[in-house]
């Protein structure tokens, strides 16, 4: 299920073009791979709904078979939500501390640096 102000990826290779209508009228389609926000739905009402996108606004073009202005919509089925994860190293901390823990003792050896001293003025 999808909502305003959710963020999406476009999934679509390309946008069919019929007779280059959307070409004719300067439309920017959405980009595949790019992500994208919601900012609303257009429902045509035979099962099939568009999206409005925050980052794409187009002009108003005439609807096909009619007389009506309106923005255009993408497909809602070229969209899937984006999954944000948060990183977590926690699990990586853990094996950290673990493998420190099975050392056996008087094998940890001491890194020791040589760092050379400036050479002492007379």
Same mark, same amino acid.
């Given at each position: 299920?999808?909502?305003? &102000?959710?963020?999406?990826?476009?999934? +679509? /290779?390309? !946008?069919?073009? @019929? #007779?280059?209508?959307?070409?004719?009228?300067?439309?920017?389609? @959405?980009?595949? &791979?790019?992500?994208?926000?919601?900012?609303?739905?257009?429902?045509? &009402? !035979? &099962?099939?709904?568009?999206?409005?996108?925050?980052?794409?606004? #187009?002009?108003?073009?005439?609807t #096909?078979?009619?007389?009506?202005m /309106?923005?255009?919509?993408?497909?809602?089925?070229?969209? *899937? @939500?984006?999954?944000? *994860?948060?990183?977590?190293?926690?699990?990586?901390?853990?094996?950290? +501390?673990?493998?420190? /823990? *099975?050392?056996?003792?008087?094998?940890?050896? +001491?890194? *020791?640096?040589?760092?050379?001293?400036?050479?002492?003025?007379?």
């Amino acid at each position: 299920m999808f909502e305003i &102000g959710q963020k999406v990826v476009c999934i +679509a /290779k390309e !946008w069919q073009d @019929p #007779n280059d209508y959307f070409a004719r009228f300067g439309i920017e389609c @959405p980009k595949h &791979g790019e992500v994208y926000t919601i900012r609303g739905f257009w429902d045509y &009402g !035979w &099962g099939i709904i568009g999206l409005y996108l925050e980052e794409i606004r #187009n002009p108003e073009i005439p609807t #096909n078979g009619d007389t009506a202005m /309106k923005e255009p919509t993408f497909h809602i089925e070229y969209f *899937r @939500p984006l999954v944000e *994860r948060k990183t977590d190293i926690s699990i990586f901390q853990r094996i950290d +501390a673990d493998v420190f /823990k *099975r050392a056996p003792v008087g094998e940890h050896k +001491a890194l *020791r640096l040589w760092v050379p001293c400036p050479a002492e003025e007379s």
